[in-house]
Every structure is written in structure tokens, then in C-alpha cells.
């Protein structure tokens, strides 16, 4: 015999019985095999559409007191974080001090204190601002990884942009949250961040090809540049440049292999040569060890421009 099908609303995430009994779902309906019980009270089902925020609605909506947090955070809000932690799809939901830890299936129970607005609601969920998340990251991540969580809680992109960006918090919300909480784990590692912070970097692997730059003698790229063209309009969003030396670098991720995504490269690279720059394309090799390659592609090009002006220099003169 065929099952019922699930109300709209049902499919639209995870849900309590009470939610499900309100729409109408008896207890036996809820326990048949399109449904999936991971945690006591806890109900999702397997033919949903739901992204994460919707997945996670029903932890909160069982205890009013909890906010997911840590990892679970982070995925809310779509941060960059190193792959260990991307792959930790346990819950992590936290509780004031004065309440005890959660304790259910699946799911690593926090005590923590919360200043006002640090939680918040965002697509039906309670979970840790943005801010907040980041600070809580600050004790399981090294500096580095740090950064690059930062960079994905403040990139934002201008008008100029083919899909302007707002920040999820600033800098200054970063700082204001690191003075807000000076007793925390993690303090250390979150005041030694916050300094190489920057706005523009789309991927950790964008912030691990900046930070590997900015650490030599090559100096730190310009992100959020735009190349214009001779009217004025824009026509490159490179990943990073090095605008004195007409340089561009576009990190190529695996979804560069497409066959689509190759031919806009190629018509990217072809435009940027066009109007006078190089590109470097990086890939995710060019950014591994002590001395990564990218520093090799870097300073060839900076050496083929620097002669390609004296050359050009010498023949005028001449």
C-alpha cells in the first residue's frame, strides 16, 4: 500500500512530531521509511529539498533555550572552513551557563555565555551571529585557518561586480567581538587573525594564495580590484592583483574542469591580455608546501613585465 504523501511544509525541512501532528501526520506516519528519526524527537525527511538551515529548523525548535554553534554554525552561514571541521556532520547546539549541556543523539552539547545579539534567528534557525561564530572557531582552528574563516565572514563585493556581495559582519565587528569576550579559548589564535583580515577573498584557498604572498618579498595582492576597459567599464574581476605591475591571479578550483567554465576562461584570460595584464591561473598544487609555486609564477611574470618595459623603454629611446 502506498504511503501518504507529506504535507508541503513537511518537505520543506526538519520537523517535531508536535509540528507534524499539527499538520495533520499521525505518529505512525511519521515512523514510516520516507522519514528519517536521527535524534530523539527529531524528524526529516528523505525526499525533502532542504538546505542546511532548514535540516537543523527542528534541534532548535525543541528547546527554546539552544542556538546551534561551532561547526554547525559555521554550515549555517556558509563560512570557509578547513575540511576536518566540514566534515564533522555531528550538531553542535549550545546552551547558556546556567543550563545544562544538551545531550541527545548525534549531537555535542555546549555551555556558553551569550551577550545580547549574538544569537539570532536566520532561516527559521537559532545559531551564533556570524560574528560570534567566528569567535567560538577561534578554538579549534589554527591561525591561518582563522583567517580564512574571517575573510568568508566579511567578503563583500561593490556594484561593480557581476553579483555584488554584503558582508555577513565587518571587521570591526570581528574586533568588537574579540574585546567583548577577553577570557575566552581560542583568544590568542583570534587576536593574531584578526590583523591579516581582509574583504574580497571568495574561498580559503583564495586567502591561503594571498597570506602565501603577502608573506615574502612579492608583498600582499590587491583584492576587489577591477580591470576596466577603454571606456570605463568593467571587464576582469581577478581573484587578486598586482595593479603596479599589471598582474592578475585567478584561483582555479575543481570546478574549472567544466567544459563550459573552460571556455570562459579562456575568454577571461584572452580579455585580460587584451587590455594590457597577465594572468596567472593557481591551482590548488601551486599553494602546497613550505614554498609554494605560486611564489615561482609570481615572480616570472613580475620578471617577463620588468624586462618587457626596459625593452620597450630602450627602443623608445633608441
Not at 502506498?2 to 511544509?9: G, I, M, N, Q
Not at 567583548?180 to 574580497?200: F, Q, S, V, Y
Not at 594564495?209 to 583584492?223: Q, Y
Given at each position: 500500500?502506498?504511503l501518504?504523501?507529506l504535507?508541503?511544509?513537511l ?6 512530531p508536535a ?6 501526520v ?6 514510516q521509511?520516507d ?7 527529531i ?5 525533502g529539498n ?7 529548523r ?17 554550515r549555517?552561514?556558509?563560512l ?6 566540514e ?10 551557563r546556567?543550563d545544562g549541556?544538551?545531550?541527545r ?27 560570534r561564530?567566528?569567535?567560538d572557531?577561534a ?12 575573510d ?6 561593490g ?6 556581495k554584503?558582508?555577513?559582519?565587518t ?12 577570557g575566552?579559548?581560542?583568544m ?10 581582509r ?5 580559503p ?7 602565501s ?9 590587491l ?16 581573484d587578486a592583483?598586482y ?10 578550483g ?7 567554465q ?10 585580460t591580455?587584451?587590455?594590457?595584464w ?7 598544487e601551486?599553494l ?23 625593452e620597450?623603454?630602450?627602443g623608445?629611446?633608441?
Amino acid at each position: 500500500m502506498a504511503l501518504s504523501p507529506l504535507p508541503d511544509e513537511l518537505l520543506a525541512g526538519s520537523f517535531t512530531p508536535a509540528i507534524a501532528a499539527s499538520s495533520g501526520v499521525s505518529r505512525k506516519r511519521q515512523r514510516q521509511p520516507d522519514v528519517v528519526i536521527p535524534s530523539r524527537g527529531i524528524r526529516v525527511p528523505l525526499n525533502g529539498n532542504a538546505a542546511v538551515p532548514a535540516n537543523l529548523r527542528a534541534y532548535t525548535a525543541l528547546d527554546k533555550t539552544s542556538a546551534l554553534t561551532y561547526q554547525s554554525g559555521a554550515r549555517i552561514w556558509a563560512l570557509g572552513i578547513p575540511p576536518g571541521l566540514e566534515e564533522d556532520w555531528r550538531i553542535h547546539i549550545a546552551r547558556g551557563r546556567s543550563d545544562g549541556k544538551p545531550r541527545r543523539r548525534n549531537v555535542v552539547g555546549h555551555r556558553l555565555s551569550f551577550q545580547p545579539g549574538e544569537v539570532v534567528m536566520h532561516d527559521g534557525v537559532r545559531v551564533t551571529s556570524p560574528a560570534r561564530t567566528w569567535l567560538d572557531l577561534a578554538s579549534l582552528l589554527t591561525v591561518d585557518e582563522l583567517i580564512a574563516a574571517g575573510d568568508s565572514v566579511v567578503v563583500a563585493h561593490g556594484p561593480d561586480f557581476p553579483r555584488p556581495k554584503n558582508p555577513l559582519a565587518t571587521i570591526d565587528d570581528l574586533r568588537r567581538m574579540i574585546a567583548a569576550h577577553p577570557g575566552m579559548r581560542g583568544m590568542k589564535t583570534a587576536r593574531l587573525a584578526i590583523d591579516e583580515i581582509r574583504i574580497g577573498a571568495d574561498s580559503p584557498q583564495e586567502t591561503r594564495m594571498r597570506l602565501s604572498l603577502a608573506r615574502t618579498s612579492l608583498g600582499e595582492p590587491l583584492l576587489n580590484h577591477v580591470i576596466r576597459n577603454s571606456w570605463g567599464q568593467p571587464a576582469v574581476w581577478p581573484d587578486a592583483a598586482y595593479p603596479d605591475h599589471r598582474i592578475v591571479l585567478q584561483y582555479d578550483g575543481s570546478h574549472h574542469s567544466d567544459p563550459r567554465q573552460i571556455r570562459l576562461d579562456e575568454m577571461r584570460r584572452v580579455t585580460t591580455e587584451r587590455l594590457g595584464w597577465t594572468e596567472i591561473r593557481v591551482f590548488k598544487e601551486d599553494l602546497e608546501g613550505d614554498k609554494p609555486f605560486v611564489l615561482e609564477k609570481v615572480r616570472a611574470a613580475t620578471r617577463r613585465r620588468t624586462n618587457h618595459r626596459a625593452e620597450r623603454h630602450s627602443g623608445a629611446n633608441g
